[in-house]
């Protein structure tokens, strides 16, 4: 491997160990248990480990001395504590600011106040903690050491097998050369077995200092000859050892199935990082397991191994999004060619129509296979937001934790980045807003400590993500005395959940008492809803006043490419989107009636949906006036239905949906145009937009 | 040289440095875009109407597999319409990393000007707002009226145009 | 040809019958010796110090001693303690 992919495979996987591991800090102040501790050892080692390998010596030092700390938390001398996870998130970032920045005087102080404040928290341990920076920059990174054993003859009396002491003393660092001296051993026919004759002179490279060797010896160095002597000094290292940093995961999938132990996979992990041997060669030599469950955890590696790249695709959605264009301009181009198949004779037109079928069926499975490749998991978006929750609540004085749920559930690419500040908006919302403070929770007779949960599903063709916090709940008394304020509505009008929902949308919006720093004017509902309608998403408010909020936010599936039903008002075609519609009908001249105050209404099977003139609302010509002797299109969103006003229904195809910039119209019923088979351009409506619209 | 010398001859080349500009018509005017900014020039085409949009957006246009927005200068410009000739184009420009069509009465050609011809146009000089002018050059004998096209087709102040005109109705 | 079938808890404990087991089959006419490891996972010192000496003596008397079955742990074992070369 070259310098560079070292580097920039450490990168990748340094960032992926620093989230878990704030993730794991996180849970660790909540739950101490002896599991999350181990963890964070094992990823601060394999940090440590990696750095050394990759060439960031400072890093490398400074993970060290965290990794003492953490010993010293692993074996109870240390307790968890809020100070101590205030330190440890603060040296993550440290890590990550070393790692992705370059070294400049800042950190270096840093590095000295850190380091002596870690002095602080294990002033027992042997190793100096203490160190100086001066001792941190001169030291090497690896260190070569001579080691002589010859041990004594009776020695297996002893029972102890030097061979086993041999190879705990190389699973230290690497054997760069090795002799076994049996000029002792006696013929044949003249040797006892049962004594020992060989010697031998190792020369092992390893990050460990001395100490580390000695122990290996620990019980035999006093009546053995056994010699270690430091040669460094003759050595340089210019080459860095591979490492084979994904490999570990073999380790870890084998200690999940209980086939070998944690502190097994430890010495693993340790001998593979400096030997670079297989994990699977190193496990099997220690004895930890034999081969067939290797092989078939390698198996498993593969496969998972292949999930594990999903979730770090990178920036290859360029491409992507060129498949996907290129997609597009084959769906638009075989609606041209079935406008032509059907204006050819039956016999042709029939062949051609069949041959298109085909097609057609190709396209659709290609374009999900494509949306296939781009859909990641949503569960790092949600955790990272832990440290978030865990900040800002700390800086309101609120206890609240984050429930994670759905983390599997898989979305766009394209579409987790773009609702990731949105949700951001959400949380902020919720832990301002709608989590109360301590005080006011028990007074309510709640647990002290919210709950916000970030739950995510798939249903019908759609993902579904849910912030629910169990706070306070919209104070609808509130908002009622805001848009009375605001002009918005008369002082004894009666509104619904529907129009309340509208009200908090709106830009400027804000029942909240204080301005916070934080968020103060209704932190930009309205901003948040603009950005999850540009992909084509909708937002919904769930409300029990004191129980909580619930915000739903439905995305479709699939980004660019639907079924859309083609209708005719005059001159001008619109698409409405074939999933929202409910059904088509051409209605009677009694089952349309005017509300007073609201408008006409339509009767459709015992339910009065308010009825939409398109031509009206869109201030175009249409051949139509009277419903009865047009058509009406009902169409639904969420839980809200309306009934939209058409000439004709013109037909269903496969569309591709261009978006339409922000400037271009006011109105939210239009969210996107199409390209037909004849190149003119076709609106799109946006149901949910035009729900909305209807209701103001 | 010294610094201040310097400064003063990257500033004097910087003025005498040629740009490309296209010009076109509108009303009696000659207007000029940065050649630059440009991307194409196509005749005019079908344009979809979309609603509730400000006047002078008249709709939407298929420029290869993408919607583009176009938008009529004379409209822009609030100067009295006249019906699409066969000279009638749409220029697409790219402002802010969108494109943006402007219809205009027709193309002329595309000239070289300096930047020191180039000159601050008094406030009542031209019958456009003066925001949107960069500043006027003389091309030969015709005069010729720079625009800033980052300014008149911005989006915050097209929506804001939007929204007067909404409000105007 | 008989191989030697290595138990699989061969260690010190079980060196001496092997030693023996060793000295018979050195001293027979046989120009290839065969030691089968297929049922050990791992071995202790004693046992590659005695096949050491045994491999020691086939040379001189031109046997080729041939392993079987020897897993990766134990090859790595016998690369060790210099019975295999390292390659």
């Known amino acids: ?696 | ?169 | 040809m008989a191989a030697i079938v290595l138990p699989e808890d061969v260690s010190v404990k079980k060196v001496k019958a092997l030693h023996a087991e060793l000295l018979n089959a050195v001293d027979n006419d046989e120009n290839e010796m065969v030691i089968d490891f297929s049922a050990v996972k791992r071995a202790d010192l004693a046992v590659y110090q005695v096949l050491l000496a045994c491999a020691r003596e086939c040379r001189e008397k031109k046997k080729v001693v041939k392993i079987k079955g020897a897993s990766s742990t134990v090859k790595e074992q016998m690369k060790f303690c210099g019975i295999l070369r390292s390659n």
């Open chain 1, 1 to 696: 491997m070259s310098e560079n992919s070292i580097r920039d495979v450490f990168l990748e996987e340094a960032k992926e160990i620093l989230r878990h591991l704030e993730a794991d800090l996180i849970q660790l102040e909540e739950n101490p248990d002896d599991e999350v501790v181990h963890r964070i050892f094992r990823y601060v080692h394999t940090i440590k480990g990696s750095s050394g390998i990759a060439g960031f010596d400072e890093v490398y030092e400074f993970t060290h001395r965290l990794e003492n700390l953490l010993d010293a938390v692993r074996n109870k001398k240390v307790p968890v504590e809020k100070a101590l996870v205030d330190l440890l998130l603060e040296s993550m970032d440290w890590v990550a600011e070393a790692i992705y920045e370059h070294a400049n005087a800042e950190r270096k102080k840093f590095l000295d106040e850190k380091v002596a404040s870690f002095g602080s928290f294990s002033a027992k341990e042997g190793e100096a903690v203490l160190a100086r920076t001066e001792n941190v920059q001169a030291e090497k990174p690896a260190n070569y050491f001579l080691v002589r054993a010859s041990f004594k003859p009776t020695i297996f009396e002893n029972g102890i097998d030097p061979l086993l002491i041999l190879e705990d003393l190389v699973s230290l660092g690497s054997v760069e050369h090795r002799r076994v001296h049996f000029d002792k051993l006696p013929a044949l026919r003249d040797m006892d077995p049962e004594k020992c004759y060989l010697e031998w002179t190792i020369l092992l490279k390893t990050f460990h200092p001395r100490q580390k060797l000695d122990e290996a010896f620990l019980f035999v160095k006093d009546d053995n000859d056994i010699s270690i002597e430091d040669v460094t000094n003759d050595f340089t290292d210019s080459e860095r050892r591979a490492g084979g940093i994904q490999e570990r995961k073999v380790g870890e999938i084998l200690v999940r199935r209980g086939v070998i132990t944690e502190e097994e996979l430890d010495t693993v992990l340790s001998i593979q990082r400096e030997t670079n041997k297989k994990i699977g060669d190193i496990i099997v030599e220690k004895g930890f397991a034999d081969e067939k469950a290797v092989q078939q955890a390698l198996g498993d590696q593969n496969r998972i191994k292949s999930r594990i790249q999903a979730t770090t695709v990178r920036v290859e959605t360029k491409k992507l999004d060129t498949l996907l264009n290129l997609l597009g301009e084959i769906v638009i181009s075989q609606s041209s060619i079935a406008r032509m198949a059907e204006e050819l004779e039956e016999e042709q037109g029939y062949r051609l129509k069949n041959a298109l079928y085909g097609m057609d069926r190709i396209t659709r499975e290609f374009q999900e296979q494509i949306m296939a490749i781009r859909m990641i998991p949503i569960g790092p978006t949600f955790e990272q937001f832990r440290r978030f929750v865990r900040d800002v609540a700390d800086d309101v004085h609120k206890e609240i934790r984050l429930d994670i749920r759905g983390s599997e559930t898989e979305l766009d690419k394209t579409v987790i980045e773009q609702i990731s500040d949105p949700l951001k908006h959400m949380i902020r919302n919720a832990i301002d807003h709608g989590i109360e403070t301590p005080q006011e929770r028990q007074k309510a007779g709640k647990k002290p400590v919210g709950t916000i949960t970030l739950n995510a599903y798939h249903q019908e063709g759609n993902v579904f993500i849910e912030i629910i916090d169990d706070g306070r709940g919209l104070d609808r008394a509130a908002i009622r005395r805001k848009a009375v304020e605001r002009g918005l509505i008369k002082g004894d009008e009666e509104i619904n959940d529907r129009q309340l929902q509208e009200f908090l949308f709106m830009p400027g919006f804000s029942t909240a008492e204080q301005v916070g720093e934080l968020s103060g004017r209704g932190v930009g509902m309205d901003v948040v809803r603009t950005n999850i309608e540009a992909l084509r998403g909708t937002v919904e408010l769930f409300s029990e006043p004191g129980k909580g909020t619930t915000i739903r936010i439905k995305l479709p599936l699939t980004l660019a490419i639907i079924e859309g039903m083609l209708v005719r008002v005059g001159k001008n075609v619109y698409i409405i989107p074939l999933l929202s519609i409910v059904e088509s009908l051409q209605p009677v001249r009694d089952s349309i009636k005017t509300v007073e105050g609201k408008g006409e209404v339509l009767l459709v099977r015992d339910e009065y949906v308010p009825l939409v003139r398109l031509y009206q609302h869109f201030g175009i010509d249409s051949d139509f006036t009277n419903p009865w002797e047009a058509l009406v299109v009902v169409v639904e969103s969420g839980t809200s239905r309306i009934g939209i006003m058409v000439d004709d229904l013109v037909g269903q195809q496969q569309i591709v949906i261009k978006s339409l910039d922000n400037f271009i119209t006011k109105s939210r019923a239009l969210s996107g145009a199409a390209i037909m088979g004849d190149g003119t351009v076709a609106l799109i409506i946006d149901v949910h937009g035009m729900v909305g619209e209807i209701a103001t």
């Open chain 2, 1 to 169: 040289m010294n610094a201040a010398e310097n400064k003063k001859a990257a500033h004097e080349s910087a003025e005498q440095e040629m740009k490309q500009y296209v010009t076109f018509v509108i009303g009696n005017e000659y207007y000029g875009v940065e050649v630059l900014k440009v991307q194409e020039i196509i005749g005019m085409t079908q344009i979809v109407h979309v609603p509730n949009s400000a006047d002078f957006m008249k709709g939407v246009i298929n420029l290869r597999g993408t919607v583009v927005p176009v938008v009529d200068m004379r409209t822009r410009f609030r100067m009295p319409e006249r019906e699409y000739d066969m000279f009638t184009v749409i220029i697409i420009v790219e402002v802010k990393n969108r494109m943006i069509g402007m219809i205009v009465d027709s193309v002329s050609d595309v000239v070289d000007m300096a930047e020191s011809s180039i000159q601050e146009t008094p406030h009542f000089a031209a019958k456009i707002e003066t925001d949107y002018i960069r500043g006027m050059g003389q091309v030969d004998d015709k005069l010729v009226i720079i625009l800033d096209i980052d300014k008149i087709l911005s989006a915050s102040d097209l929506e804001k145009m939007g929204q007067d005109a909404e409000e105007s109705k």
